[in-house]
């Protein structure tokens, strides 16, 4: 038998990553597709996937190859890493985002998992070789062959890092020659692996656990009716420092302190029976009540914490076959201690219905569904009975949220839906996290998973339906590197290898998605009205109007005054500014010097409470300037504006609201994101203060006013998707305001009234946004009319930078006149918008066209960055 074999070692940079490799006889009933194995690349000794298994009707001439194949060299795993339309997956994505083979498969596996090749140090097993052959030896090799008799074996990377790099090589080529020490290739073991912990389990039941608990309750009650018979030691075991040896001590009975000598009581054998029996019995009491819950086990020293037991009065319980103390696996739950509600099927509108009916109904079109509901309407309710439905009929499904962080209310709502049966996946569990939620999902054990974009890879077999929530979020991009890939385009790819139905939810989707449900290539589905309310009144406030009234505060006077009434009735309000800090600018004015960040040649921004200057793309700090350093004035000034701004001065102007400011700053982890927004769910805040992870998913039922402290902020930034943008964030935010009993209101405050997106937005109308947007683009050529590739240069020199782009220019434009790609062509290069971060310049350009795989697979850029389909040219 051969199998095509997909290694991290050989696969990279090739056209052809599989190599090929004969199955030993043995191995041959256990192949199967997606396993991981280890295979002999070279010297080394590699761990692999098998991507292919030949049949016997397979024609493989075996003089084409380089060479004979070689002997694979071990099974690691017999379970399946990797799922058939994962593979299939993994060859769509590499294929269409121009990634190595190998390095896509990687990521469809959880972290720490794949072993890295090692070669390692052993002896030889002949002791009387060793002895006659040490005579002679170095110092350096006396001391190897000593610890490899102590250690056993030792890795060659310890021994360079030990030695370092010539003295080890010196070492090991005396250790070949010697015949006294073998290096043999070997894997790693995996960093990702199960935890295992000493539990007590109870293993006493029924009438042996009531017999020995009526023996114990027995010698309590008998200690109980001598209680009296205590006697007192004549003199103190233990003195304090300072106590005469004669002091006569104070009452038996009271604390004891520095001038009161501590007394002990002598305890007869009934005595300490009695407390044994106590504490056991509490031990007992403790593991049955914990038996029937999750995670109800307890570690032995937590036991005895917790009971008061010693660790003898535990083995005797052990000796009474009352418990045992044994090794078992404990789960790492990402929701443990999470206070999950459960929650029951609710009653359907007739447009959910009809959703519904087209997710899961005989008529399924085999296209993906846009499902377009506005905030309130619903859409969560659907994809829960959806996926109860698809559960019904033996299969599972996926949901992806956009940023598991700033989700947590419908992450909740899912596993509350389906207790016990929901898995979690994103990048901020550990490693361990991962693990066991990765193989709860292999082994079937759940039948929903829930996560970030990275949720998509995960092995889930009999997949039968897969949501996309927010779908218009550009979190599912990862621009960062290699894959390039957008979790809804995957997704959508996906669900065209298994033919299972894609739902894609958004009030404001996105333009490329609703273009192509306007071409009939997408089941549009729309949900127009909110559930038991109305969507909140929209009013518009004109800035410019209000300085020439003298109103210079970043608060309307009309803002101020419904901030006002929501204090008094005792609601809730929100106020949305996308710009965390105090000030974003700090200049002179005598001189015009400004702040900027030495890495990134960005502003600084001013932060209130931590009194520094901080750049938001490096890092870095600084103290506050008083004086100039151009100039030595005293004319430093803080401009610009951002949330810790907005909090002083809501604080100034309402000193008995309670205040909660949610930005990156006060919540840096997923932790801190579920901590202020149960605060807030909870009511212990008025006004909620903070950036755009406010205006994601967010039910909150006290909130009646949502004020945009500023409209402008995302409007005007160079890029093609800036309107859509700053009209998403306006209508989300807008959707919080008014879901629960009381009508809600959201107040725009702008200086550009007369924009189309704010004017679409202050009606909730996505329909008039898209048809003015959708024509932009298409005067302009932007997406969808035509793909765009972004290219980014980073390096410290700036001359090297402009070099390398000029370089690549021509090569693009050469191959674009040689393939004839007519409709294409090359924006820049050009500085990008922010030049320098993190103390690289950067340089960018744009290719467009209708179709640049053409021009991407023979364009040789190497060392360059390549976002294919960015969801922003900034």
């Known amino acids: 038998m051969l199998v095509d074999v997909l290694t991290s070692a050989a696969s990279w940079n090739t056209e052809h990553p599989l190599l090929v490799y004969q199955v030993p006889d043995d191995l041959e009933p256990e192949m199967q597709l997606g396993q991981l194995v280890a295979v002999p690349y070279g010297e080394r000794l590699v761990e692999g996937i098998i991507w292919y298994?030949?049949?016997?009707?397979?024609?493989?001439?075996?003089?084409?190859?380089?060479?004979?194949?070689?002997?694979?060299?071990?099974?690691?795993?017999?379970?399946?890493?990797?799922?058939?339309?994962?593979?299939?997956?993994?060859?769509?994505?590499?294929?269409?985002?121009?990634?190595?083979?190998?390095?896509?498969?990687?990521?469809?596996?959880?972290?720490?998992?794949?072993?890295?090749?090692?070669?390692?140090?052993?002896?030889?097993?002949?002791?009387?070789?060793?002895?006659?052959?040490?005579?002679?030896?170095?110092?350096?090799?006396?001391?190897?062959?000593?610890?490899?008799?102590?250690?056993?074996?030792?890795?060659?990377?310890?021994?360079?890092?030990?030695?370092?790099?010539?003295?080890?090589?010196?070492?090991?080529?005396?250790?070949?020659?010697?015949?006294?020490?073998?290096?043999?290739?070997?894997?790693?073991?995996?960093?990702?692996?199960?935890?295992?912990?000493?539990?007590?389990?109870?293993?006493?039941?029924?009438?042996?656990?009531?017999?020995?608990?009526?023996?114990?309750?027995?010698?309590?009650?008998?200690?109980?009716?001598?209680?009296?018979?205590?006697?007192?030691?004549?003199?103190?075991?233990?003195?304090?420092p300072g106590r005469k040896k004669g002091e006569e001590p104070a009452n038996p009975w009271a604390v004891p302190s520095e001038t009161a000598p501590a007394l002990t009581l002598t305890l007869t054998t009934q005595d300490k029976e009695s407390l044994r029996a106590q504490h056991q019995l509490a031990a007992i009491d403790l593991l049955l009540h914990s038996q029937h819950e999750p995670a109800g086990h307890w570690t032995p020293h937590a036991l005895c914490q917790a009971s008061k037991m010693t660790s003898a009065q535990l083995q005797q319980l052990v000796r009474d076959q009352i418990v045992v103390i044994e090794e078992t696996e404990i789960r790492r739950d990402p929701l443990f201690e999470r206070s999950l509600l459960a929650t029951q099927p609710l009653d359907l509108t007739p447009d959910q219905l009809l959703a519904l009916e087209s997710i899961i109904g005989p008529d399924y079109q085999h296209r993906p569904i846009l499902l377009h509901g506005v905030t309130g309407s619903g859409k969560t309710e659907v994809y829960l009975q959806a996926l109860a439905a698809l559960i019904e009929r033996g299969q599972r499904g996926i949901m992806l949220v956009p940023e598991i962080a700033l989700t947590t209310q419908a992450v909740l709502r899912v596993a509350g839906r389906f207790p016990n049966r929901v898995a979690i996946i994103h990048s901020e569990l550990s490693v361990g996290e991962r693990y066991d939620e990765w193989r709860r999902i292999r082994a079937g054990e759940v039948d929903v998973v829930i996560g970030s974009r990275s949720a998509l890879f995960a092995p889930v077999a009999d997949l039968g339906l897969i949501i996309v929530d927010e779908e218009h979020e550009p979190a599912y991009k990862q621009s960062e590197r290699r894959p390039t890939y957008h979790a809804r385009e995957t997704a959508i790819a996906l669900s065209r290898i298994m033919d299972i139905p894609i739902v894609l939810g958004s009030?404001?989707?996105?333009?490329?998605?609703?273009?192509?449900?306007?071409?009939?290539?997408?089941?549009?589905?729309?949900?127009?009205?909110?559930?038991?309310?109305?969507?909140?009144?929209?009013?518009?406030?004109?800035?410019?109007?209000?300085?020439?009234?003298?109103?210079?505060?970043?608060?309307?006077?009309?803002?101020?005054?419904?901030?006002?009434?929501?204090?008094?009735?005792?609601?809730?309000?929100?106020?949305?500014?996308n710009r965390r800090g105090a000030a974003s600018c700090v200049l002179c004015r005598d001189c015009g010097y400004v702040a900027i960040c030495e890495n990134c040649d960005i502003s600084f921004t001013y932060h209130s409470t931590e009194h520094i200057l901080l750049c938001h793309y490096c890092g870095r700090q600084s103290k506050i300037l008083h004086f100039c350093p151009n100039c030595k004035s005293a004319g430093m000034r803080y401009f610009g504006l951002g949330t810790e701004k907005v909090q002083e001065t809501i604080q100034k102007s309402f000193p008995q609201a309670r205040l909660l400011r949610w930005d990156r700053d006060t919540a840096r982890n997923r932790r801190a994101h579920e901590q202020l927004l149960d605060r807030f769910a909870s009511r212990e805040a008025d006004i909620l203060i903070g950036t755009q992870m406010i205006a994601k998913g967010l039910d909150l039922p006290g909130v009646t006013l949502v004020g945009v402290v500023s409209a402008d902020i995302a409007l005007n930034l160079p890029d093609y998707s800036a309107a859509e943008r700053a009209f998403t964030l306006m209508t989300q935010v807008a959707g919080r305001a008014g879901r629960g009993a009381e009508p809600g209101r959201v107040i725009i405050q702008t200086f550009s009234p007369q924009h189309f997106c704010i004017d679409a937005a202050s009606r909730h109308d996505y329909h008039e946004f898209y048809a003015t947007e959708i024509e932009t683009r298409r005067r302009y050529a932007y997406p969808p009319f035509r793909r765009f590739v972004k290219f980014t240069y980073s390096h410290e020199n700036r001359h090297r930078c402009q070099n390398e782009a000029l370089l690549l220019y021509e090569r693009l434009c050469d191959w674009i006149e040689r393939l004839g790609l007519q409709e294409t062509d090359i924006v820049g290069p050009a500085p990008a918008l922010m030049e320098r971060l993190r103390g690289k310049y950067h340089w960018q350009m744009i290719a467009r066209g209708p179709d640049l795989h053409r021009l991407l697979r023979v364009i040789d850029a190497a060392g360059w960055e390549i976002d294919i389909d960015p969801t922003s040219t900034l």
């Not at 589905?525 to 003298?550: K, Q």
């Open 507 to 577: 009030a404001t989707p996105s333009v490329e998605t609703f273009f192509r449900a306007n071409l009939g290539e997408y089941q549009l589905v729309e949900l127009p009205g909110r559930i038991g309310a109305s969507l909140p009144p929209v009013e518009i406030i004109d800035l410019r109007t209000e300085l020439h009234t003298g109103n210079t505060s970043i608060i309307s006077r009309r803002l101020h005054e419904e901030l006002e009434r929501v204090l008094e009735r005792k609601q809730q309000a929100i106020l949305f500014l």
């Open 53 to 240: 298994v030949h049949l016997e009707s397979d024609a493989i001439d075996l003089q084409e190859l380089d060479e004979p194949p070689r002997l694979l060299h071990a099974l690691l795993d017999p379970i399946p890493a990797l799922l058939p339309h994962q593979i299939a997956l993994a060859q769509w994505v590499a294929e269409y985002y121009v990634t190595p083979l190998a390095q896509v498969a990687m990521m469809m596996l959880p972290p720490g998992l794949m072993q890295r090749s090692r070669f390692v140090l052993r002896l030889s097993e002949d002791e009387q070789a060793r002895s006659q052959a040490m005579q002679g030896l170095s110092l350096e090799m006396r001391a190897l062959i000593g610890l490899l008799l102590s250690e056993g074996e030792v890795n060659v990377e310890r021994l360079r890092e030990m030695l370092g790099v010539k003295r080890a090589r010196e070492v090991l080529k005396q250790a070949r020659a010697s015949d006294l020490i073998s290096q043999d290739a070997d894997l790693e073991a995996p960093r990702a692996k199960a935890r295992i912990k000493r539990v007590v389990r109870l293993v006493a039941q029924g009438d042996q656990l009531q017999n020995w608990q009526m023996r114990m309750q027995a010698l309590i009650e008998q200690h109980l009716q001598h209680s009296n018979d205590i006697a007192l030691s004549p003199e103190p075991m233990r003195r304090r």
